[in-house]
């Protein structure tokens, strides 16, 4: 099986059948989108919080309460994502494949633009991305940068880390300042210390990657940030991707390009 040769349905396909991995390098040219749904009553503070912070957590689609699908997305959000996390009061209870038992009624769909998306793009720039030819997760760490809060929900800015070389990082901020919609330019480049990292080899989400010498890390705000606000705020029930194991959806890269 090569990642980069499937269709979205072709993957949403094999994600369905119990294959679990992150999709980083899957369906090339198409979104890629983070998931975290929430009981109705809970779905206009998130709603609130994700307007309040669009770089963390830009909004590509919003579902009707219970609905198992989305406009970007023609599968089954319970069963199509390769790894969910559920969350109960703010604690993560389990991890599994399949949450077809665990949806609600009432539980509201936020799909949430991914940096995934614009790795296509880097790579075809040129620019390297360490953790897919390592073919792990990507880093992710949380942040001493809060979150404007909104109604229940608060918590931690959460970012993704890619070493980039030094000449080509003025290329990764153009390049993923085009892509608005997917968490777009970086929020730091340089000095993990200035986000309250203390140590880049043990991200609190994903796998660690080596910065090299002559490489720069740079920081760009991660779709995992809504679950870190579920974590903080501990709403009684939510489910989420398990991180890095992200909907491959059916929109393209490009329809979220920006001149």
Same mark, same amino acid.
């Given at each position: 099986?090569?990642?980069?040769?499937?269709?979205?349905?072709?993957?949403?396909?094999?994600?369905?059948?119990? /294959?679990?991995?992150?999709?980083?390098?899957?369906?090339?040219?198409y979104?890629?989108?983070?998931l =975290?749904?929430?009981?109705?009553?809970?779905?206009? !503070?998130? /709603?609130?919080?994700?307007?309040?912070?669009?770089?963390?957590?830009?909004?590509? !689609? $919003?579902?009707?309460?219970?609905?198992?699908?989305?406009?970007?997305?023609?599968?089954?959000?319970?069963? &199509?994502? %390769?790894?969910?996390?559920?969350?109960?009061?703010?604690? %993560?209870?389990?991890?599994?494949?399949?949450?077809?038992?665990?949806?609600?009624?009432? /539980?509201?769909?936020?799909? =949430?633009?991914?940096?995934?998306?614009?790795?296509?793009?880097?790579?075809?720039?040129?620019?390297?991305?360490?953790?897919?030819?390592?073919?792990?997760? $990507?880093? +992710?760490?949380?942040?001493?940068?809060?979150?404007?809060p909104?109604?229940?929900?608060?918590? %931690?800015?959460?970012?993704?880390?890619?070493? *980039?070389?030094?000449?080509?990082?003025? &290329?990764?901020?153009? *390049?993923?300042?085009?892509?608005?919609?997917? #968490?777009?330019?970086?929020?730091?480049?340089? &000095?993990?210390?200035?986000?309250?990292?203390?140590?880049?080899?043990?991200?609190?989400?994903? &796998?660690? $990657?080596?910065?090299?010498?002559?490489?720069?890390?740079?920081?760009?705000?991660?779709? $995992?940030?809504?679950?870190?606000?579920?974590?903080?705020?501990?709403?009684?029930?939510? *489910?989420?991707?398990?991180?890095? #194991? +992200?909907?491959?959806?059916?929109?393209? !890269?490009?329809?979220?390009?920006?001149?």
């Amino acid at each position: 099986m090569d990642p980069a040769r499937l269709s979205p349905k072709q993957a949403r396909a094999l994600f369905r059948s119990g /294959l679990r991995t992150t999709t980083s390098g899957f369906s090339p040219g198409y979104a890629q989108a983070n998931l =975290i749904a929430l009981p109705r009553e809970a779905a206009f !503070d998130f /709603l609130l919080f994700a307007q309040r912070n669009p770089k963390p957590c830009p909004v590509l !689609d $919003v579902t009707e309460p219970g609905q198992v699908s989305a406009s970007v997305f023609d599968g089954d959000l319970r069963t &199509d994502l %390769p790894a969910y996390r559920v969350y109960r009061h703010g604690e %993560p209870a389990e991890e599994r494949t399949d949450v077809t038992d665990l949806w609600r009624d009432d /539980l509201v769909a936020f799909l =949430i633009g991914c940096s995934f998306t614009f790795e296509t793009p880097l790579l075809e720039a040129g620019v390297p991305v360490r953790h897919i030819e390592a073919g792990t997760n $990507v880093a +992710m760490y949380r942040t001493n940068r809060e979150c404007r809060p909104a109604g229940r929900f608060r918590g %931690p800015l959460v970012v993704s880390m890619r070493p *980039i070389p030094a000449d080509r990082v003025a &290329d990764a901020v153009r *390049i993923t300042s085009r892509y608005p919609a997917v #968490h777009g330019a970086p929020v730091h480049v340089g &000095d993990p210390a200035a986000l309250g990292i203390a140590d880049l080899s043990r991200p609190d989400y994903g &796998d660690p $990657v080596q910065v090299r010498e002559g490489e720069i890390p740079v920081f760009w705000a991660c779709g $995992v940030t809504p679950q870190a606000a579920v974590a903080a705020s501990a709403p009684e029930f939510a *489910i989420g991707h398990a991180p890095g #194991h +992200m909907a491959v959806t059916d929109v393209r !890269d490009s329809c979220y390009q920006v001149p």
